[in-house]
């Protein structure tokens, strides 16, 4: 059974850091490229971050670039997402997704 289990989300005070992280279960994902989402809440889902299969090639949103890094471990079947230099903006619901497959996703709030 495939599952994607993202942690590490939590309320911030703006200009804070967290990690999340994305751990799979059911498959190696040494093949497969990965991505980071979010959705805030009234908003469409938008793409994050996407990382290729042994890291060596990355993409940003714009609005992350710079503050945000994502990597992943092959020999832990996980990816992770650091986020630093957090906004108010950045809240929303981060899911990873890899395949066709998603995570339920993990609440990042940012606020003082």
């Known amino acids: 059974q495939v599952q994607l289990v993202e942690s590490g989300g939590d309320l911030v005070q703006p200009g804070g850091s967290l990690r999340l992280s994305c751990a799979v279960s059911?498959?190696?994902?040494?093949?497969?490229?990965m991505s980071w989402y979010r959705q805030a809440p009234g908003k469409e889902r938008e793409s994050v971050a996407v990382?290729?299969?042994?890291?060596?090639?990355?993409y940003y949103a714009d609005s992350v670039k710079g503050r945000f890094t994502i990597s992943r471990d092959n020999a832990k079947n996980t990816m992770y997402l650091q986020m630093n230099s957090l906004k108010p903006e950045d809240t929303a619901v981060y899911y990873c997704?890899?395949?066709?497959?998603w995570g339920q996703g993990t609440q990042v709030t940012v606020s003082s």
């Open positions: 997704s890899v395949r066709m497959y």
């Open positions: 059911g498959f190696a994902i040494s093949s497969d490229g």
């Open positions: 990382i290729n299969t042994f890291g060596h090639s990355t």
